[in-house]
């Protein structure tokens, strides 16, 4: 029985950056763990600290019950497969999954059978006997996966494997991947800065925001009830409408929640009014999902429809209502937040950072209500045209029934339980 538990680690790089903060996770035996986040986020960082590639700061990570921080890499009973994984480029494809059995001093009509029996299991069977350099990119990934499972490792740790593959054979790969390790039932942590990836191949997911943990859940549960307006952002496609709202209590009607110049009403039936009424008076972040809107003769939010966008299976619609929207620059990783900023790269930013030329760490742009908005357009979905034209005034009601309530820390107001 492999789990991984990590608990409260930290890891400074030397030139003093906080890559990872405080990060506690349990994997049981078993589990698809998938690690989301952007680009910067540490999610490279962990995985190779879980491989013993890179040192714990502080914290601990246990490996199925032993203190495992200061373990040699081999000892640890795991394999990982890289974003570009290196094959040794003069020896074919028996030979590279192989190797592993070789340095284990495993005879080769053992590793035979199991060498076939795998390479069937990744779909490259018929290509046992050729260079890596003759084959696509998705059989260079599929041989580098073999290469690691043929020693049955206890704990799989693969790092944005399908990245530089098509989307066609990233989708083909992804669920070959998932029922590969579900059959083999390893312990499995992968890391991908892809949502879809993500919630189609997990059995839970861990969002990651510069370092720090956004929240963790089965894919559904973090969609569908996310605890933090960062992990709402980064999981909607389209993306979600981050209203501003200003908080009234009224001891006979509810609450009132003021989103431009019109007032969406939440009954005291509603358990999340409850949560709300320490908020009055102050402003909190409605998470409105572009198919929690919809046209309405008597819907509560009116504006001018400035363009829609056919998307094949659905419609977008660009409504201006007065509203105004939390940033989502706002949820930007540090990494591209800077660079837009000013034009560097992270390499570039890293760089500065080691001579000195800049702080530490970037200050972190406040999810705060002050200062990050800007006016902008609420979006809501369609599954046709549905008569509605560009420049014409919608009235929408809101499906408050979903919607999320975001504090100014960017945690939900009526708190989430796993
Ligand atoms: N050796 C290092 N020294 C200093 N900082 C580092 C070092 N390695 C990584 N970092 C920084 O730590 C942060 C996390 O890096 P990491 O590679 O874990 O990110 P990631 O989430 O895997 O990103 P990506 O999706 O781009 O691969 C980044 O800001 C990166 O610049
Ligand atoms: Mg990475």
Known sequence: MTEVVLDAVNKVYPDGFHAVRDLSLRVPDGELFVLLGPSGCGKS??????????????????????????????????????????????????????????????SSSESHERIVELSRALGIEETLHRLPSTLSGGQRQRVAMGRALIRQPGIFLMDEPLSNLDAGLRNELRMEIGALVRSLGVTTLYVTHDQTEALTLADRVAILRRGILQDVGTPQQVYDDPATMFTAAFLSSPPINLVRASVRADQNDGIFLGVGDQQLRMPWTDPRATALVSQHGSFVTLGIRADAMHPDPDGVISGRVRTLEFHGHEWLAHVEAGVVLVDSETFHDEESQFAERTGQSGLLRRLLRTAGVIAEEAPIAPIAHGGTHRRSDLVFRMESRSGITAGETVRLSVDTDRMLLFGEDGRRIDKVER
Do not use: K
């Not at 497969?81 to 999954?97: D, K, M, S, T």
């Open 45 to 106: 960082t962990v995985l190779r600290m879980v491989a013993g590639l890179e040192e714990i700061t502080s914290g601990s990570l246990w490996l199925s019950g032993h203190l495992a921080n200061h373990l040699p890499p081999r000892e640890r009973d795991l394999a990982m497969v890289f974003q570009n994984g290196a094959l040794y480029p003069h020896r074919n494809v028996r030979g590279n999954i192989a190797f592993p059995l070789e340095v284990a001093g495993q």
